[in-house]
């Protein structure tokens, strides 16, 4: 039996606060498991513990109570983060360097050296679309550009998961839709994928499950089509559907004692018509 990529187990993290007796409950005996392979989409309001629960699985921080484990590691053991990439919500990189000198800096903490090392670099930065950048200074990068040299140095390891807390926090809607894609992209890869995201829509395009925390304590989780879906309603999109057949299916509907509650044409999000007028100007 392969060992899920994250096991949570009870998990409990109490903070003591200065000047208050009783202690602040970030975690309150969360548990859940996401399976290798999977992109889950951890969610909630600012202040809900998405931050310390993604520190603990990273070995950052250390439980009240409950254990975390990566591909059947315990979380707290060094060795378990080799196979970890993590994308902080606002990374922080040396300005002066340039693209090609940042992967090359990172790859060098992770062992590679001479002709592998300079290949691996190249081939990071074909990847996020930055081989076009690559000798320029990260002080002249852009909000996207930073984001994406940041997914960049999180796969110079090798990982089998990656942890992303905010990638498009910042981004125009250009940039956070080449994000997505380059995170279906390690899915198809078979890279787990453990994504923080105040972006829902884009959460509900790119997960397979979301796990939603509010005040401490896991509320929901599961398939994103089980929890949106409404239970005793059926959505039927129909095409050159012919008035005199709306008028028919309307009264086969009125005979079998089902309402129809909405009469509509579909519409695309936002995002992608934005996208679809923009990129048809260029």
């Given amino acids: 039996m392969i060992a899920s990529a994250i096991s949570i187990r009870n998990l409990s993290k109490q903070f003591q606060v200065p000047f208050r007796r009783e202690p602040v409950h970030a975690l309150q005996d969360i548990s859940l498991e996401i399976p290798a392979g999977e992109v889950y989409g951890l969610l909630g309001p600012n202040g809900s513990g998405k931050s310390t629960a993604m520190k603990i699985v990273l070995g950052l921080v250390s439980p009240t109570s409950g254990t975390t484990s990566l591909f059947g590691m315990d979380s707290r053991q060094v060795e378990s983060r080799?196979?970890?990439g993590f994308l902080p919500e606002n990374p922080y990189f040396y300005k002066y360097l340039t693209g090609l000198e940042t992967l090359l800096f990172f790859g060098k903490l992770c062992g590679l050296r001479g002709t592998a090392l300079n290949d691996k670099a190249r081939a990071l930065l074909k990847t996020v679309g930055l081989s076009e950048a690559a000798d320029r200074r990260l002080g002249g990068y852009s909000k996207g550009m930073l984001q994406r040299i940041g997914l960049a140095q999180a796969l110079v390891g090798d990982p089998r998961?990656?942890?992303?807390?905010?990638?498009?926090?910042?981004?125009?809607?250009?940039?956070s839709h080449d994000i997505r894609d380059l995170i279906l992209q390690f899915k198809a890869q078979g890279i787990t994928v453990l994504l923080c995201s105040h972006q829902l829509s884009q959460v509900q395009e790119i997960c397979d499950r979301v796990g939603i925390l509010h005040q401490g304590c896991l509320v929901a989780e599961g398939r994103i089509e089980d929890l949106v879906s409404t239970r005793n309603q059926t959505e039927l999109v129909l095409e050159n559907a012919t008035p005199a057949f709306l008028e028919a299916l309307a009264t086969l509907a009125q005979s079998s004692n089902t309402r129809i509650l909405a009469q509509r044409k579909p519409h695309a999000d936002l995002e992608r018509y934005f996208l679809e007028v923009t990129r048809n100007q260029a």
Avoid: K, S, Y
């Fill in 82 to 84: 080799e196979q970890v």
């Fill in 161 to 175: 998961l990656l942890v992303l807390d905010e990638p498009t926090a910042g981004v125009d809607p250009a940039g």
